[in-house]
Antibody, heavy 117, light 110 residues
Framework: EVQLVESGGGLVQPGGSLRLSCEASGFTFKSYWMTWVRQAPGKGPEWVANIKQDGSEKNYVDSVRGRFSISRDNAKTSLYLQMNSLRAEDTAVYYC??????????WGQGTLVTVSS | QSALTQPPSASGSPGQSVTISCTGTSSDVGGYNFVSWYQQHPGKAPKLMIYGVGNRPSGVSDRFSGSKSGNTASLTVSGLQAEDEADYYCSSFSGSDNWVFGGGTKLTVL
């Protein structure tokens, strides 16, 4: 069974930083593109970033490019999202996801990030 | 990277069929056969229901079907059941390894 477990969310002040982690199990982690998707309260999901199997290619939505950094450790079957210069509009539940068959085929339970003073 | 357009709400009685639309552009929905649909119950993570326009993952009921015409994709839920009441989101690949989601449709089973 595929399992994705996020951690690292919390309350942070505007301009602050946070690092999210996602531990994966139940599948060959190194064989898949992985992604972060966020969902602001009462809104639809928004794709944030994704990373190729070997970490050699990374893509970001325009609103986070230059502030967020996605990375992975295949030996630890873990995905990360370093978030810097956080803004109020970054407040959301952040989901770790697996990309399979050109879709987000498995999601974690999410971790809440709240940016507020 | 504009969001795809979905109707905010849809409804139907048990046993009926409902279709939800998802409109994009030739740069996303119309340009690729990589449209997917997700079901989300309150407080839960989204769940993949349809991928590649019209394919169902293992374990998803065949009451769910997807299609596409031009820049608009559609999700049809037939034989509506109470458990189908949820929010539904479409998503599409939009080139350059980017992805876009719709704003969501709240499906109510009357």
């Amino acid at each position: 069974e595929v399992q994705l477990v996020e951690s690292g969310g919390g309350l942070v002040q505007p301009g602050g930083s946070l690092r999210l982690s996602c531990e994966a199990s139940g599948f060959t982690f190194k064989s898949y593109w992985m992604t972060w998707v966020r969902q602001a309260p009462g809104k639809g999901p928004e794709w944030v970033a994704n990373i190729k199997q070997d970490g050699s290619e990374k893509n970001y939505v325009d609103s986070v490019r230059g502030r967020f950094s996605i990375s992975r450790d295949n030996a630890k079957t873990s995905l990360y999202l370093q978030m810097n210069s956080l803004r109020a509009e970054d407040t959301a539940v952040y989901y770790c996801g697996r990309l399979g068959n050109w879709a987000f085929d498995n999601w974690g339970q999410g971790t809440l990030v709240t940016v507020s003073s | 990277q504009s969001a795809l357009t979905q109707p905010p709400s849809a409804s139907g009685s048990p046993g009926q069929s409902v279709t939800i639309s998802c409109t994009g552009t030739s740069s996303d929905v119309g340009g690729y056969n990589f449209v997917s649909w997700y079901q989300q119950h309150p407080g839960k993570a989204p769940k993949l229901m349809i991928y590649g326009v019209g394919n169902r993952p293992s374990g998803v009921s065949d009451r769910f079907s997807g299609s596409k015409s031009g820049n608009t994709a559609s999700l049809t839920v037939s034989g509506l059941q109470a458990e189908d009441e949820a929010d539904y989101y479409c998503s599409s690949f939009s080139g350059s390894d980017n992805w876009v989601f719709g704003g969501g449709t709240k499906l109510t089973v009357l």
